[in-house]
């Protein structure tokens, strides 16, 4: 009789092992999804704050240790240069800026993923007259330790063709 209480015990505690790791498995799928969702919002309300040329709260979405990948120019690491680049990129006059993210991926971790997308960028150029910019993006999000997401790298360059060297 205990022979068949152990082999029935075995036999329940098997069964509820497999259910609750299917379970886990269907609740970390729901998580990545909701994740995905979250970084698509926070794409769009970082690409709304850019609008409004706010360098301060277009830099907060960055992590302390990013890394911003600019066309045609070095590695940015520090907050300082990142907010460097940003009031160079909305300072210009007549400047509007602006992205939609396509993709958003987040890792069975639940704590890295990337979004990527199109953005358009403008500006008046030296002699006054309007330049349009069109391109697209990565970005690569971590959750920091507060389960916040944050920018850890960034990179955009152009669709239009490269502006040959002027011949000196």
Known sequence: MKRIHSSLGSLVLGALVAVLGSSARSFAADSRAKDEKSLRDM??????VAGTKDVDRIVSYYADDASVFPPNAPIVKSKDEIKKL?????GAPGTS?????TTAVVAKSGDIGYTSGTYQHSMNGPDGKPISDKGKYV????KDT????????D???SDLPANPPKQG
């Open 43 to 48: 794409e769009a309300a970082w690409s709304k």
């Open 86 to 90: 940003w009031s160079g990129l909305v």
């Open 97 to 101: 800026i602006s992205w939609e993210t």
């Open 139 to 142: 970005t690569v999000w971590k």
């Open 146 to 153: 507060a389960g916040k997401w944050k920018v850890i790298a």
């Open 155 to 157: 990179i955009f360059n």
